[in-house]
């Protein structure tokens, strides 16, 4: 059960009859301000859980039948030969040989369906039954939860230092927030008493600006479930009122004097992320400790607005210069590991996926929402047997002597249209590492993964 950390301090209380490890916070600027009267390592080893690596591994697969599906639903008829799928998955990066793409298909009968083309007796592919009503059940929760991403949308705005964010970093990250495609014209202008859309002369970029704060919408999430905590469970109010919910993974043991500093880091007073610190001198100690703290806030209001409860690390440096989130934030975020999750599974290591800790139990979402629900029943269709699909092998049979027939079935603009919206996202984000004085250390999201790769190299991803 998630229990607040002001209970977790107590030596009698452990997880699973192992108590567990937290760690003190970089600062805000980077500089890692660590408090002398404690004797809490200024790096802290990455613990797993594998119920969130679990969670990954399933989403690894998905995101590369996405991208076949993708390729199918791009096409007028939503067909695609079968020779096709090796030229195109090599162009995207997917790591597939010669050969192996068409193969890959098939370890997924519930999703792509093979069959031959009536007159042109060439094998084709297109989504199963069970795809297409997945694809429209995710529409359809995505259109009925509109007015919810309008107030996300609204609360993320509101915790920038300027009451403003870049659209193409909302827009990279609109999967996440549960925005559409089109949310700029869906969305944006659609409520311009919301919304104002604008291009800035200085960078020539487009931003999104908050019209009006609204005092309603500036309460945390966090502040909510320490409202709940204290009405239920009746909780000291003085000992939760800067508390974080904290749900540790097994591995380490909490010393004598770790528990007085974390103590001591769950009484300091913060700013609220919502809250316009501009005016406060944050040259004293004392400021600098909020505003780690502040951090801290940030990235957990910021996570509890996703709808997965979820987003890629790389998507949240995006936000840094906006809402004075540290530099290093893969360093940041192992110092809280009861609060967050940092994920190196489902790409070998090269993609980080932070989760909020306390919205999951046993790599589940604990409140799901029908979106979350929709998008986890592709998953459900992934890791369905093979064997309970019923495959005609004389349609599975590869013709190499018919590579040269399929291609008149493709559109000669193909490539040109279809690969573009690919590569647009993980372009944006490799360029803006170094404006915005990213770590090297983290990767865009555009990663090669190859599904053949020997399963034993999960074992190297543990080094941080």
């Given at each position: 059960?998630?229990?607040?950390?002001?209970?977790?301090?107590k030596p009698s209380v452990q997880s699973h009859g192992r108590p567990l490890p937290l760690t003190l916070f970089h600062d805000f600027t980077s500089k890692m301000f660590m408090s002398q009267s404690t004797s809490i390592p200024k790096?802290?080893?990455?613990?797993?859980?594998?119920?969130?690596?679990?969670?990954?591994?399933?989403?690894?697969?998905?995101?590369?039948?996405?991208?076949?599906?993708?390729?199918?639903?791009?096409?007028?008829?939503?067909?695609?030969?079968?020779?096709?799928?090796?030229?195109?998955?090599?162009?995207?990066?997917?790591?597939?040989?010669?050969?192996?793409?068409?193969?890959?298909?098939?370890?997924?009968?519930?999703?792509?369906?093979?069959?031959?083309?009536?007159?042109?007796?060439?094998?084709?592919?297109?989504?199963?039954?069970?795809?297409?009503?997945?694809?429209?059940?995710?529409?359809?929760?995505?259109?009925?939860?509109?007015?919810?991403?309008?107030?996300?949308?609204?609360?993320?705005?509101?915790?920038?230092?300027?009451?403003?964010?870049?659209?193409?970093?909302?827009?990279?990250?609109?999967?996440?927030?549960?925005?559409?495609?089109?949310?700029?014209?869906?969305?944006?202008?659609?409520?311009?008493?919301?919304?104002?859309?604008?291009?800035?002369?200085?960078?020539?970029?487009?931003?999104?600006?908050?019209?009006?704060?609204?005092?309603?919408?500036?309460?945390?999430?966090?502040?909510?479930?320490?409202?709940?905590?204290?009405?239920?469970?009746?909780?000291?109010?003085?000992?939760?009122?800067?508390?974080?919910?904290?749900?540790?993974?097994?591995?380490?043991?909490?010393?004598?004097?770790?528990?007085?500093?974390?103590?001591?880091?769950?009484?300091?007073?913060?700013?609220?992320?919502?809250?316009?610190?501009?005016?406060?001198?944050?040259?004293?100690?004392?400021?600098?400790?909020?505003?780690?703290?502040?951090?801290?806030?940030?990235?957990?209001?910021?996570?509890?607005?996703?709808?997965?409860?979820?987003?890629?690390?790389?998507?949240?440096?995006?936000?840094?210069?906006?809402?004075?989130?540290?530099?290093?934030?893969?360093?940041?975020?192992?110092?809280?590991?009861?609060?967050?999750?940092?994920?190196?599974?489902?790409?070998?290591?090269?993609?980080?996926?932070?989760?909020?800790?306390?919205?999951?139990?046993?790599?589940?979402?604990?409140?799901?929402?029908?979106?979350?629900?929709?998008?986890?029943?592709?998953?459900?269709?992934?890791?369905?047997?093979?064997?309970?699909?019923?495959?005609?092998?004389?349609?599975?049979?590869?013709?190499?002597?018919?590579?040269?027939?399929?291609?008149?079935?493709?559109?000669?603009?193909?490539?040109?249209?279809?690969?573009?919206?690919?590569?647009?996202?993980?372009?944006?984000?490799?360029?803006?590492?170094?404006?915005?004085?990213?770590?090297?250390?983290?990767?865009?999201?555009?990663?090669?993964?190859?599904?053949?790769?020997?399963?034993?190299?999960?074992?190297?991803?543990?080094?941080?």
């Amino acid at each position: 059960m998630l229990v607040f950390f002001s209970i977790l301090l107590k030596p009698s209380v452990q997880s699973h009859g192992r108590p567990l490890p937290l760690t003190l916070f970089h600062d805000f600027t980077s500089k890692m301000f660590m408090s002398q009267s404690t004797s809490i390592p200024k790096k802290q080893e990455r613990v797993r859980d594998h119920g969130f690596d679990n969670y990954m591994e399933i989403e690894k697969k998905t995101r590369k039948v996405l991208k076949f599906q993708s390729l199918i639903l791009s096409q007028p008829s939503q067909t695609l030969p079968i020779s096709r799928f090796d030229t195109l998955a090599r162009r995207l990066g997917l790591g597939f040989k010669e050969n192996e793409a068409a193969a890959y298909l098939l370890k997924f009968p519930h999703v792509f369906e093979i069959y031959e083309h009536p007159v042109l007796r060439i094998l084709f592919c297109r989504l199963t039954r069970k795809a297409i009503l997945q694809i429209e059940q995710e529409k359809e929760a995505l259109d009925a939860q509109i007015p919810n991403a309008v107030t996300r949308l609204r609360k993320l705005i509101m915790m920038s230092n300027t009451g403003r964010l870049r659209l193409e970093h909302v827009r990279i990250a609109r999967k996440e927030f549960g925005l559409p495609d089109d949310f700029e014209y869906s969305v944006i202008l659609k409520y311009p008493e919301f919304f104002r859309l604008f291009d800035a002369r200085e960078t020539r970029n487009k931003y999104i600006e908050i019209v009006e704060r609204d005092p309603k919408l500036a309460v945390c999430a966090i502040e909510k479930d320490r409202e709940r905590e204290y009405r239920v469970k009746g909780l000291d109010a003085e000992d939760i009122r800067f508390s974080f919910i904290v749900n540790f993974p097994p591995g380490f043991k909490i010393g004598k004097y770790y528990r007085i500093a974390v103590w001591k880091w769950q009484r300091v007073p913060y700013w609220s992320p919502y809250e316009d610190v501009s005016g406060y001198d944050l040259r004293s100690l004392e400021a600098q400790k909020r505003m780690e703290k502040r951090a801290v806030a940030t990235i957990h209001e910021l996570l509890s607005l996703t709808v997965e409860k979820k987003i890629s690390l790389e998507r949240i440096a995006h936000f840094r210069m906006a809402m004075n989130l540290p530099k290093k934030l893969k360093d940041f975020l192992l110092q809280h590991q009861g609060i967050f999750y940092v994920s190196t599974r489902g790409n070998y290591g090269k993609l980080h996926t932070v989760f909020l800790r306390e919205a999951y139990r046993k790599g589940e979402l604990i409140e799901p929402n029908d979106l979350y629900l929709a998008r986890r029943k592709l998953g459900e269709l992934v890791l369905l047997s093979s064997r309970k699909a019923k495959v005609d092998k004389d349609l599975v049979r590869y013709r190499k002597d018919r590579e040269g027939d399929d291609i008149v079935c493709v559109r000669p603009d193909y490539m040109e249209n279809d690969f573009k919206d690919f590569r647009v996202e993980d372009e944006i984000e490799h360029n803006e590492e170094g404006k915005d004085g990213f770590d090297s250390d983290l990767v865009s999201d555009n990663i090669d993964e190859n599904e053949d790769i020997d399963e034993t190299m999960d074992g190297k991803e543990d080094t941080v």
